[in-house]
């Protein structure tokens, strides 16, 4: 893999659109990341983060040297340009109520991470009015214990106030960012659990987000 240029191993479209998004958070909201060691080289893997904002997505996978899937809401498919891109991105079209209840995306899910390639997930399912961490819900739990792959967490810090829930948008703000360890799939299950066992999982995973610290800041 070409660390310098990492988006030649990538799609076209996907590939164009990380170098401009990374581009953009380098400009307009330069925070610090670390532990992009953390990150595997190869395989299908979940990155579990906190959702604070509408630059959450784009900012981490900005980040990640490979290119990754995303869900989109099924209503977003009204044909033109927009539906183009995420077809063309790799999407996962997904039902308003979440993963956890679509059986066609969950597949999709499944044979994504199957094939060798990551996916980006928000357990606590909708974005933070103030960035305070939420309460998890099973989604990301249930398709971490079926797909049995390591799960990165992900927390992003101040995305809510470079663009929060009705807020305008704030270039400027500093966006940081840290990738934790992998978390093994033994970390995450608990097969005793019966029917909590995918909020069991979802919950671990949080708190793993949430013990993540905010990155130092880099003097030069």
Same mark, same amino acid.
């Given at each position: 893999?070409?660390q310098?240029?990492?988006?030649?191993? =990538?799609?076209?479209?996907?590939?164009?659109?990380?170098?401009?998004?990374?581009?953009?958070?380098? =400009?307009? /909201?330069?925070g610090?990341?670390?532990?992009?060691e953390?990150?595997?080289t190869?395989?299908g /893997?979940?990155? &579990?983060?906190?959702?604070?904002?509408?630059?959450?997505?784009?900012?981490?996978?900005?980040q990640?040297?490979?290119?990754i899937a995303?869900?989109?809401?099924?209503?977003?498919w009204?044909?033109?340009?927009?539906?183009?891109w =995420?077809?063309?991105?790799?999407?996962?079209? %997904?039902d308003?109520?979440? &993963?956890g209840s679509?059986?066609?995306?969950?597949?999709? %899910?499944?044979?994504?991470?199957?094939d060798?390639?990551?996916?980006?997930? /928000?357990p606590?399912?909708?974005?933070?009015?103030d960035g305070e961490?939420?309460?998890a819900?099973?989604? %990301?739990? =249930?398709?971490a214990?079926?797909a049995r792959?390591?799960?990165?967490p992900?927390?992003?810090f101040?995305?809510?106030? &470079?663009?929060?829930?009705?807020?305008?948008i704030?270039?400027?703000?500093p966006?940081?960012?840290? /990738?934790?360890?992998?978390m093994?799939?033994?970390?995450?299950?608990?097969?005793?659990?019966?029917?909590?066992?995918?909020?069991?999982a979802?919950?671990?995973?949080m708190?793993?987000?949430?013990?993540?610290?905010?990155p130092?800041?880099?003097?030069?």
């Open positions: 893999m070409s310098s240029f990492p988006q030649v191993l =990538m799609t076209p479209v996907y590939g164009v659109s990380h170098y401009i998004f990374a581009t953009a958070h380098g =400009m307009f /909201f330069r610090e990341v670390a532990g992009i953390n990150i595997p190869t395989g /893997f979940l990155i &579990a983060a906190n959702h604070a904002s509408h630059l959450d997505p784009p900012a981490i996978g900005s990640v040297p490979r290119q995303f869900f989109a809401r099924k209503t977003l009204k044909g033109g340009r927009l539906s183009w =995420m077809d063309q991105a790799g999407c996962i079209p %997904v308003r109520d979440g &993963a679509d059986v066609s995306a969950i597949k999709r %899910v499944l044979r994504t991470l199957q060798g390639r990551p996916l980006i997930l /928000f606590e399912g909708t974005r933070s009015h961490l939420q309460t819900k099973s989604g %990301v739990g =249930m398709i214990c079926r792959v390591p799960v990165v992900v927390r992003i101040d995305s809510h106030l &470079a663009w929060g829930r009705g807020r305008t704030k270039p400027g703000v966006v940081s960012i840290v /990738f934790g360890q992998p093994p799939i033994t970390e995450i299950e608990d097969k005793s659990a019966g029917k909590e066992r995918y909020q069991i979802s919950e671990r995973i708190a793993r987000i949430a013990s993540l610290p905010r130092p800041v880099t003097v030069v």
